[in-house]
């Protein structure tokens, strides 16, 4: 069985711009969370789909954006990219329902951000 | 609410002692309660949970956690270190039904050979 899937592992961007990244999670899982990754702050949770709705929201500004496609596909977006953007964006899915979750969640490599 | 507090952001141990990382909680509701690991340039990975089963719970690669309603703790212990279990670790936390874990800051382990 194929794991959380990310992309780009790797990017660079310069100040200013944008990135999207993606997460294709495990087949079958309905839930997919976002969670930031730096060294001063941790890991905090940007953002948690479950069936195309966004159950959970971190607190993030406005240029943090993410969705979730029909088939569980997920992106999120960073606009207007800012120095203290650089960090480990990690994907996890899990299978979701409220009866099956015991909160256990399987993640993806992750996509590192450097922002020059 | 939930949070969790790991003691200790860095802890060193000798290969083949014991290793002990603290994790307090706080949860207004029965805990779900989550130790994952992290290897340089990895995601994270499910060590062991809790689930209301037993306090006691045994995971992978020898490590196992002890839940303590009294304490609110739920401390990862492994008998003998060994220069693979060098990684950072995280305690984390939800409720039954919540998607939401909130994890602990991490604690760094160092094996010393």
């Known amino acids: 069985k194929a794991g959380v899937t990310q992309t780009p592992r790797y990017l660079i961007k310069t100040r200013g711009q944008q990135v999207t990244l993606s997460c294709s999670p495990i087949?079958?899982?309905?839930?997919v969370s976002w969670y930031q990754q730096t060294p001063g702050q941790g890991l905090q949770c940007l953002f948690e789909?479950?069936?195309?709705?966004?159950?959970n929201k971190g607190n993030f500004p406005g240029r943090f954006s993410g969705r979730q496609f029909s088939n569980s596909r997920s992106e999120m977006n960073v606009s207007t990219l800012e120095l203290g953007d650089s960090a480990l964006y990690l994907c996890?899915?899990?299978?979701?329902?409220?009866?099956?979750?015991?909160?256990?969640?399987?993640f993806g490599e992750g996509s590192r951000l450097t922002v020059l | 609410a939930q949070s969790v507090t790991q003691l200790g952001s860095h802890v060193s141990v000798s290969e083949g002692a014991l290793v002990l990382l603290r994790c307090n909680y706080s949860?207004?509701?029965?805990?779900?309660l989550f130790w994952y690991v992290q290897y340089p340039n990895q995601g994270l990975q499910l060590l062991l949970k809790?689930?209301?089963?037993?306090?006691l719970v045994k995971g992978i690669n020898g490590f196992e956690a002890e839940f303590k309603k009294s304490e609110t703790s739920f401390h990862l212990t492994k008998p003998s270190a060994h220069m693979s279990d060098a990684a950072e670790y995280f305690c984390?936390?939800?409720?039954?039904?919540?998607?939401?874990?909130?994890f602990g800051q991490g604690t760094r382990l160092t094996i010393n050979p």
């Open positions: 789909y479950f069936s195309e709705t966004q159950r």
């Open positions: 996890a899915s899990s299978l979701g329902g409220w009866q099956a979750n015991t909160g256990e969640l399987f």
């Open positions: 087949s079958g899982h309905r839930s």
């Open positions: 809790y689930t209301s089963a037993a306090t």
């Open positions: 949860s207004s509701v029965p805990p779900y």
């Open positions: 984390a936390v939800s409720g039954w039904g919540a998607q939401k874990l909130v």
